[in-house]
């Protein structure tokens, strides 16, 4: 490179510069120091008497296989879930796209223990599911289905499954549809030209879905906490029992760098087979792919296996044909097509109605949570509204959640535009510590943070909350932002150029205005983010600056009563209003 050149390569990492600079103090560094505290005794003498004392415990050792094999059942159903409506959002309309991904977002945007305590509701011995199965003569006495395994991968999938299905979108929109018809007109059949066309372009946004939904599960302790049992304890649920109860940080930090090294083994396997560039939406890398002996392994038996998978329903398709001979091809798709649409409307109900059910149980007039209620009452608003602590932690909520998401913005956006049209040296490197907390389970980052917190004097203060939950929320901001950039035709910015507009003038008056909806949706991953966030809360906010989420939590735990569906269904009717008005936004500047 240059020397002329260099000076206008350094300008563009000035974009990035003040989002690394953050990472780098509230995630690098806390992360850096809870390695140093495991390693660290009462003393502050060297010892590995805490990770001595994990590989000693053969506990330790199941519990890392429950939390793995939780993870991995879970991968497995979100994706084989997920991936139907993924492809059937990606070949519709652009109309009924976005009408369906408004149902789609809803369980998505509606917060972790809103949706936990609806399946506490849908799942009862009592409850709406047993009822039904009981009346329909499936089942003579209630089935088991909570406080168990199945009671936790059904709310682990529930929860997830929004997540992997828009992970798969963002590839999935880009693929080009004119290949498959082009497939089948050099002879390929249905099956063959799906597998062997459609699905390897749609690979690596399966893959991305895979890795994030593991890496989250891997995290995870509030469905496991309130929907399993015993045989469920996941090692989040142990790392926060040592920090909160036992104040054994060494012990804590040991687990959560165990849990953070097995995370990156998974991480750096997934890089080597498809790239990092894959987890924004991108393309392979050139690292990535068939490159090594893991890659060209993977890649023979992936090739053979999809051919397998090819044939197979091409045979399935020639059988039914020659039972019932088709009247013309297009008659053949549409009952392809409404197969697919009745299967992806039965998983859509599946997202939707834990966060409907909980709406009338919030009128009941009865002691207790069951459906349908027993009556309609307001007392559990009353009670709720006229509760100092309900309304103090809502409002922290909403302030913590709208300084996070300015925050994020500020960092996130000018990172964006860096990443997607400057050509600058080490852009997988920046983005590899920009994605770092997506792909850290949660549980260390909240670890790590409430350590470093703990030595500045930030537990339980807002400030701290804010910067915490900003960790979490500026790569959402800046996947988003970069996903609409690229689809943003540049040229507007030239002919804006040409005509004589400043840099700034083009940004403010051209760019921005294009890309608002874009900029909308980042800013509510941010603050949704933030407000659903417990994690983090639970551990920073030592409490004293209780947030929604952490007080829901607190009463979960003791007794679920009736005023935590009507705090639910506060939650429920401010997030939906949100994202009805961004999507009213977003046409709005559509049709300008």
């Known amino acids: 490179m240059s020397a002329r050149a260099q000076p206008g390569v350094w300008r563009h990492y000035l974009g990035v510069a003040p989002v690394v600079a953050f990472l780098a103090l509230l995630f690098l560094y806390p992360l850096g120091d809870m390695l140093w505290q495991s390693v660290l005794d009462q003393n502050d003498n060297l010892t590995s008497e805490h990770y001595r ?43 009924t796209r976005n009408r ?5 977002m809803l369980p998505f945007w509606t917060s972790f223990l809103v949706r936990t305590f609806s399946w506490i509701v849908l799942l009862a011995q009592r409850g709406p599911v047993n009822r039904l199965v009981q009346a329909l003569g499936l089942a003579d006495a209630p089935l088991a289905l909570i406080y168990n395994f199945t009671g936790t991968m059904i709310g682990m999938v529930h929860a997830l499954m929004p997540l992997a299905v828009l992970t798969m979108l963002s ?52 469905t496991p906490a309130l929907l399993g049992g015993r045989q469920q304890t996941m090692i989040s649920q142990v790392i926060i029992i040592q920090v909160s109860e036992l104040l054994n940080w060494g012990f804590a930090g040991a687990l959560s760098v165990v849990l953070l090294g097995a995370a990156l083994v998974i991480y750096l396997l997934y890089d080597r087979l498809l790239g990092l560039s894959t987890l924004a939406g991108g393309e392979r890398s050139a690292t990535g792919g068939t490159h090594g002996m893991i890659g060209r392994i993977g890649g023979v038996i992936g090739d053979a296996l999809l051919a397998a998978l090819g044939r197979i329903c091409d045979l399935v398709q020639q059988g039914w044909e020659a039972i019932s001979p088709p009247r013309g091809d297009r008659p053949r798709r549409r009952v392809a097509r ?26 009941t007039a009865g002691q207790f949570v069951n459906f349908p209620p027993e009556g309609f009452s307001l007392r559990w608003y009353e009670t709720y509204l006229g509760t100092p602590a309900w309304i103090e932690a809502t409002f922290r909520s909403f302030i913590v959640a709208a300084l996070t998401g300015a925050l994020a913005m500020a960092l996130g956006v000018p990172a964006a535009f860096m990443l997607t049209r400057a ?8 983005l590899a510590l920009i994605l770092s907390p997506l792909i850290i389970p949660r ?20 400030a701290g909350l804010v910067l915490g939950h900003a960790v ?37 008056h051209v760019t921005f205005p294009l890309i608002r909806s874009g900029l909308i949706a980042a800013f509510l991953f941010a603050f ?26 607190n009463d979960m735990l003791l007794q679920v009563n009736p005023t935590l569906a009507a705090a639910s269904t506060v939650m429920l009717v401010l997030i939906t209003t949100m994202i009805l008005a961004a999507e009213a936004l977003r046409r709005r500047g559509a049709a300008r």
């Not at 959402?476 to 004589?500: F, H, N, P």
């Not at 949704?528 to 939590?553: A, C, K, N």
Request: proline share 5%; glycine share 8%.
């Open 528 to 553: 949704v983010t933030s407000f659903d966030e417990l994690t983090i809360s639970l551990f920073v906010s030592g409490g004293l600056v209780s947030t929604l989420p952490r007080q829901m939590w």
């Open 338 to 363: 409404g197969v697919l649409w009745v299967c992806v409307l039965l998983l859509i109900g599946f997202l939707v109605l834990p966060a409907l059910i909980v709406v009338p149980v919030s009128f």
């Open 171 to 222: 590839v999935m929109t880009n693929i080009d549809p004119r290949l498959r018809s082009a497939a089948t007109t050099l002879g390929a059949r249905g099956g063959e030209a799906f597998w062997r066309i459609y699905f390897p372009l749609s690979l690596p946004g399966v893959a991305a879905a895979a890795l994030m939904v593991f890496i989250t599960a891997l995290g995870f302790f509030i």
């Open 100 to 104: 369906m991904l408004i149902w789609v």
């Open 53 to 95: 004392a994990v590989g000693a415990n053969p506990v330790w050792f199941r519990v890392m296989a429950i939390t793995f094999e939780i993870s991995a059942w879970t991968t497995g159903f979100c994706v084989v879930t997920a991936y139907p409506i993924a492809y059937l959002l990606a070949t519709s309309s652009e109309g």
């Open 443 to 462: 549980i260390v980052v909240a670890v790590a943070i409430y350590i470093f917190y703990a030595r500045i004097g930030l537990v339980g203060t807002t």
């Open 472 to 508: 979490l929320a500026v790569p959402y901001v800046i996947v988003t932002t970069m996903a609409v950039l690229k689809t943003y035709d540049e040229r507007l910015d030239q002919a804006a150029a040409s005509l004589g507009a400043t840099r700034w003038r083009t940004l403010v």
């Open 423 to 430: 050509r600058v040296p080490g852009r997988a490197a920046l």
